[in-house]
């Protein structure tokens, strides 16, 4: 007679399942029996690991220990949120990932605190419980912005302070369905010797908070403060640790502010998110087109819009140039112009591939006149895609001949003047058509296909060729001359 059993019922095991180990003497045995045949505790065997001569049904390897067959385990994606703000949804490829930790960095004052805690409201208004640790600004401050930005729903948690282990106890306990640290350079790990904000506590702190979204699938977002010279003891260093890394910028002194992924995990990079920064907290701007030219004046000389790409969105963006009165360049050679929201470097260069590649030449040469470019709206604009554009601002403001309102241009302008191709030609001919442009100048090798109907497109090989399908006529014969010592070609070529 076997004794008495106490404790826990049987469990039901296949006797295929094997082998078994005994968790008192570790004995094994190939099939699963109610009492160890090595020391005699009953109730004590556990399965160990898979028969090696049992193979997965669909044919592949046998797993070895720790590994499994990738198509036996379930996707992240399966845990994707909602952030209830439609622009970072779009950004985030449909909302944060249950457990993941998104690093939000931006320069101060941004807006980068007002975005995120509009995401813990809309998603507290869902009714899912959400919690907010301010390490940066008190509640108090905290509860000021939200007087502007709405009602504070119930399930809308605060916690304030710097430590990094009060903050982990809070998410433990009460396990929100999102958390926001705000910020990443004001926390710190109490048991480290270095300030907030340096290297190792940034790093410290990540690594903790990282664990922690893991074990818990609590998705964290983190803001970081980038300053404009650099990266301070920040966000770059823990990029690599983190699984979303998104940046928010824009000029502060305009609305408009532009949300990209810089790394993304769970999905695709380079999608934006535009926002527009108000009275009452970030408005998503779906369609930016009327808020970056709706203040447009058309018919000045000096101005054309570019399609522009911010990730894969196109945007539309007027470049402008201007003369100035007098000489920048020491009174010979070609101006520099001066830019503001485009790089300078960059458009030295196009005023000079101007100055020696078209007839402009003769027009530029003397007296040097002191060039101002700049990219309007609120947004720097870097791309190659907007040479042509800027060239052919300079171009007009320095021939006094508007460039047609209804055109956009666009292409990547080589040293010999050549016009050459730029990526996502289909998506900025696009949206200038959506936009109610009707003209457009592109690179020569433009694919017929991407061309939408109702936008006459003009290839041109080179910036010549662009002036001439701008104007027809021979640059400088229309240059009204106003400007004190200015030259036409004529005038310039019979000097
Ligand atoms: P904030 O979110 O605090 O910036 P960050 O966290 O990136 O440092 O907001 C920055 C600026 O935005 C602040 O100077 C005031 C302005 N603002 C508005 O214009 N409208 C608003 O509704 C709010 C809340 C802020
Ligand atoms: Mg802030």
Redesign the pocket.
């Known amino acids: 007679m076997p004794p008495t059993r106490t404790g826990p019922p049987f469990r039901a095991h296949s006797i295929k399942d094997g082998p078994f180990v005994c968790t008192a003497c570790h004995a094994t045995t190939p099939r699963w029996v109610g009492r160890c045949p090595g020391c005699g505790t009953w109730n004590a065997l556990e399965r160990s690991a898979p028969s090696p001569t049992r193979r997965p049904a669909t044919g592949g390897p046998v797993p070895g220990p720790g590994a499994l067959p990738l198509r036996d385990v379930g996707s992240d994606l399966a845990r994707l949120q909602s952030t209830g703000v439609s622009e970072l949804d779009r950004v985030l490829g449909g909302g944060v990932v249950g457990g993941s930790v998104t690093l939000l960095f931006?320069p101060?004052?941004?807006?980068?605190?007002?975005l995120l805690f509009q995401v813990l409201s809309a998603v507290a208004a869902g009714g899912a419980d959400v919690l907010l640790a301010s390490a940066e600004e008190s509640l108090a401050q905290v509860r000021g912005?939200a007087v502007?930005?709405g009602d504070v729903p119930p399930q809308l948690l605060a916690l304030e302070g710097p430590d990094v282990a009060a903050i982990e106890a809070a998410i433990g306990h009460n396990r929100p369905a999102l958390a926001v640290v705000d910020s990443l350079q004001s926390i710190a790990d109490p048991a480290l010797t270095q300030p907030a904000g340096s290297l190792a506590q940034v790093r410290a702190c990540v690594e903790r908070l990282t664990r922690l979204a893991k074990t818990e699938g609590v998705p964290i977002l983190l803001?970081g403060h980038v300053t404009k010279d650099g990266d301070l003891a920040g966000p770059r260093a823990v990029e690599h640790l983190v699984d979303t890394v998104l940046s928010f910028d824009g000029d502060r002194h305009h609305a408009l502010r532009v949300l990209t992924s810089v790394k993304h995990r769970f999905g695709a990079t380079g999608e934006v998110g535009i926002f527009e920064?108000?009275?009452?907290?970030l408005r998503a701007v779906p369609d930016p087109g009327p808020l970056m030219l709706g203040d447009r004046m058309a018919g000045v000389p000096g101005s054309v819009v570019v399609p522009v790409l911010q990730g894969r969105r196109p945007l539309l963006v007027e470049v402008q140039a201007l003369l100035g009165p007098g000489g920048s360049g020491g009174g010979s050679g070609t101006p520099r112009p001066q830019a503001l929201g485009l790089d300078a470097a960059r458009a030295n260069l196009l005023l000079a591939v101007l100055a020696c590649r078209t007839v402009m030449g003769a027009v530029l040469g003397k007296p040097p006149p002191e060039f101002f470019v700049a990219a309007v709206g609120g947004i720097s604009v870097t791309e190659p895609a907007s040479d042509l554009a800027v060239a052919l601002a300079m171009a007009s403001v320095a021939d006094g001949r508007p460039i047609p309102a209804d055109l956009v241009a666009f292409g990547e302008l080589g040293l010999a003047g050549e016009v050459r191709m730029v990526p996502g030609v289909d998506r900025r001919l696009a949206e200038a058509r959506r936009a109610g442009f009707t003209r457009a100048l592109v690179p020569a090798s433009t694919p017929c296909d991407s061309v939408p109907k109702g936008l006459l497109v003009e290839g041109v090989r080179t910036l010549a060729d662009a002036l001439h399908a701008l104007w027809r006529t021979p640059v400088g014969e229309t240059c009204p001359g106003t400007m004190p010592g200015w030259s036409t070609v004529a005038a310039a070529a019979s000097r």
Request: charged share 35%; no cysteine; glycine share 24%.
């Open positions: 931006g101060p004052g941004i807006g980068k605190s007002t912005r502007r930005l803001v920064m108000r009275d009452d907290g």
